[in-house]
């Protein structure tokens, strides 16, 4: 059985920028990150969001944005974007 673990939703706001792409996180100091590409910025980004989380915790500290529980039986909805060539 999955031991459950909790997620948080973020909105990230992807600009293009003359070494490919920037992604950031709204009201989340220092949750950014570049890329080559549209999906690398992203997904860097989100290792940056999980290293301040992991951060914060350490320091008995929240991220600040609704957290909810993650078990076996819950289903997500979750768009992003997908670069096409």
Same mark, same amino acid.
């Given at each position: 059985?999955?031991?459950?673990?909790?997620? =948080?939703? $973020?909105?990230? =706001?992807? @600009? /293009?920028?003359?070494?490919?792409?920037?992604?950031?996180? !709204?009201?989340? &100091?220092?949750?950014?990150?570049?890329?080559?590409?549209?999906? &690398?910025?992203?997904?860097?980004?989100?290792?940056?969001?999980?290293?301040?989380?992991?951060?914060?915790?350490?320091?008995? @500290? /929240?991220?600040?944005?609704? &957290? $909810? =529980?993650?078990?076996?039986?819950?289903?997500?909805? =979750?768009? $992003? !974007?997908?670069?096409?060539?």
């Amino acid at each position: 059985m999955m031991a459950d673990s909790h997620a =948080v939703y $973020f909105s990230v =706001v992807v @600009e /293009s920028n003359e070494d490919g792409y920037l992604a950031t996180i !709204p009201g989340l &100091q220092g949750a950014f990150a570049e890329g080559d590409t549209l999906d &690398q910025a992203i997904f860097n980004c989100i290792d940056v969001v999980r290293l301040i989380a992991a951060y914060r915790a350490e320091r008995g @500290e /929240s991220l600040g944005y609704n &957290q $909810f =529980v993650l078990t076996p039986e819950t289903r997500l909805t =979750v768009a $992003f !974007p997908v670069e096409l060539a």
